[in-house]
């Protein structure tokens, strides 16, 4: 190989991820029909409106990339790429690039790029996984449209499904996947899904393996694939594939599969927003890092808020963000202070329990221990790890609950016996007061750890509910304690303290009514969903309210919520203290009216469920 050939390879392979294909014999070959390209500050590398079919390295110098109107997006130095996004995209270029210092480009062709993408995992993983650029897209751009957290799943499905019977061989799954140009087939026995096989999977398990062409696909597959429902959310999508190291989730509707979203399908389309913070949480390794993260969650708040995006989506959003951050934090306590000597589960509780968080939000969580803890020899570690935990959570933004329910308090440590002890004792004595504090543990999710005991947990709770009919009485009027801000000729009643003297709390005078009506229907009709308008379809579904009645809360509780979420982006824009309180004075006549008449909705519905369970005292 001549001395300029060898330069540029050791140019690339001082960065990733080249630097990962140092000793593949391909980089050698690929060298060979490596463009050098030299550019003048002001100087087009991608012009506006041209199709791309190059992967750019710069050598030195510097580019920025332009959106729309010529707007600046980010720029880029020595060492990293360009131009990736368009060729999984046919040459398709959303942006151009301009070389704003003079610049020296190695132009890569199309088809080694994706020849790599496609035989090398780590190459395409870096492509897949890598975040600076898009986070920078994300928080930066004027025009970032609706997040991945707002797309439907939907959206991204390109084709129906591909599928195969299991008992078709290997040499048939190549041949359709080639046909087909596709990456998986989704593998079917009885009409019921019940593997996945994907072009890794003949790279790992069949060609590296030798194994015959003849062998089934049963079993090369990869049995049980994590799938999701067509209702979700693509961030979910994300989520799952970060978490498992997986690139492709089949999408089911019902028991049937009507497609498959992939790595490819998430980049390809272009969205901006929360997805790429949550995937940013999970790379970093201090608290320092996730402190520097933390201060962006305002801008994302707001920017989903611009977007118009519902309640659902952005409490969706937010409280995903919630976890990653509780997420990291463990892996990262489990680092400093060992491996945990028994299983657990760190449960949130509460809004981010249900998605339904908000940019003002404290810490509810707790952690159900396995029931071979002894106290004696794991109570420090766990004492340790939970403490260092919360304390790190209020240093990223989740201040410490005033009312200390969080995992740091003992009380809230505890072995899964003692959590089920716990709840038998309020669910068959309950007292009304001990209740309204203590309701927001029956909002509980397993976010990390051994998950089985919290969902062992929430079996419990709900058959001891059930059982227990008298315990939704005192459910029931606890929901009616806290009053919607309504007086006479449906007129609002004002806080009347200090510095909201003129305002109410939506949240506590709108929000909690519901969904504390919401959550004793779902307790009387054993429903095991945590959000609110999940739980609000089994209770329609289950005929516990006249009809039209679960949607009239539905409706009250986006009205009131797009309220308050409004309110707080623009308590954010003027840097004031972000509360769950409005001034009825700052909002348009049509906020009024219809807040008015959420309002009166809920306290219909707060009637309503006063007689409903009037009869089952204990």
């Not at 990339?65 to 010529?70: D, F, I, R, Y």
């Not at 029956?442 to 969902?455: C, P, R, T, V």
Request: a neutral charge; proline letters at 4%.
């Amino acid at each position: 190989m001549d001395v300029e050939l060898t330069e540029i390879v050791e140019a690339l392979c001082q960065h990733a991820p080249f630097s990962e294909l140092a000793d593949d014999p391909q980089l050698n070959d690929m060298v060979k029909e490596v463009e050098v390209q030299y550019l003048r500050a002001g100087e087009w590398a991608i012009q506006p409106g041209i199709l791309n079919h190059t992967l750019f390295f710069i050598r030195s110098g510097a580019v920025e990339a332009l959106g729309k109107e010529q707007k600046l997006i980010r720029r880029m130095n020595e060492g990293e790429l360009f131009g990736y996004a368009s060729l999984l995209r046919g040459g398709k270029f959303s942006q151009s690039m301009r070389v704003i210092e003079d610049s020296l480009l190695y132009r890569i062709p199309a088809r080694w790029f994706l020849k790599l993408y496609e035989e090398n995992d780590s190459f395409s993983d870096f492509f897949e996984l890598e975040q600076e650029v898009r986070l920078k897209v994300a928080m930066e751009s004027q025009n970032s449209g609706i997040s991945l957290m707002t797309c439907p799943i939907m959206s991204l499905l390109r084709r129906k499904p591909i599928t195969i019977a299991i008992d078709g061989n290997i040499r048939m799954a190549a041949k359709m996947m080639a046909d087909n140009k596709v990456s998986s087939l989704l593998i079917m026995e009885n009409d019921a899904l019940v593997g996945i096989l994907t072009d890794r999977d003949l790279r790992n398990r069949v060609v590296a393996a030798g194994l015959d062409y003849d062998t089934p696909v049963g079993q090369v597959m990869t049995v049980d694939p994590v799938t999701m429902d067509s209702g979700d959310y693509a961030a979910e999508a994300v989520l799952r594939m970060m978490e498992k190291n997986i690139h492709h989730i089949p999408i089911l509707k019902g028991s049937q599969p009507v497609g498959v979203v992939s790595t490819g399908d998430i980049i390809q389309a272009e969205s901006h927003g929360s997805i790429y913070l949550i995937s940013d949480i999970y790379k970093q390794t201090s608290i320092e890092g996730l402190q520097a993260i933390s201060h962006k969650m305002t801008h994302t708040f707001t920017q989903l808020v611009l977007a118009d995006a519902n309640t659902q989506m952005i409490g969706n959003a937010m409280s995903h963000i919630g976890t990653a951050f509780v997420k990291r934090l463990l892996k990262l306590g489990e680092e400093k202070f060992g491996k945990p000597p028994v299983p657990y589960c760190f449960v949130a509780l509460g809004s981010q329990a249900r998605e339904e968080q908000t940019i003002k939000t404290d810490q509810d969580n707790a952690l159900i221990l396995s029931n071979h803890y002894d106290p004696k020899a794991h109570g420090e570690y766990f004492e340790q790890l939970s403490d260092w935990v919360c304390k790190s959570l209020d240093m990223c933004g989740y201040p410490l609950c005033t009312g200390d329910v969080m995992a740091s308090n003992t009380l809230w440590r505890q072995p899964l016996n003692q959590w089920k002890k716990y709840f038998s004792d309020w669910i068959k004595d309950p007292k009304a007061e001990a209740l309204l504090r203590l309701s927001i543990f029956f909002d509980l999710k397993g976010i990390y750890g051994d998950k089985y005991l919290a969902k062992d947990l929430n079996r419990h709770i709900r058959k001891e509910a059930k059982a227990n009919p008298g315990f939704l009485t005192f459910m029931a009027r606890n929901a009616n304690q806290r009053k919607p801000p309504l007086g006479f000729f449906r007129q609002f009643v004002l806080d009347g303290e200090g510095k909201q003297s003129r305002t109410f709390n939506l949240k506590e005078r709108g929000i909690a009514p519901i969904i504390d009506i919401v959550r004793v229907h779902a307790l009387a009709c054993g429903s095991d969903k945590l959000n609110t308008l999940e739980r609000l379809e089994d209770i329609d579904n289950a005929g516990l309210l006249p009809d039209g009645r679960a949607k009239d809360l539905a409706l009250a509780l986006e009205m009131i919520g797009m309220v308050r979420i409004r309110s707080q982006k623009d308590q954010i824009e003027k840097e004031l203290v972000v509360t769950n309180h409005v001034n009825p004075a700052l909002l348009s006549s049509f906020e009024k009216r219809h807040l008015r008449d959420a309002f009166h909705i809920v306290e219909r519905q707060q009637e309503f469920i006063k007689f409903r369970y009037a009869g089952k005292r204990s």
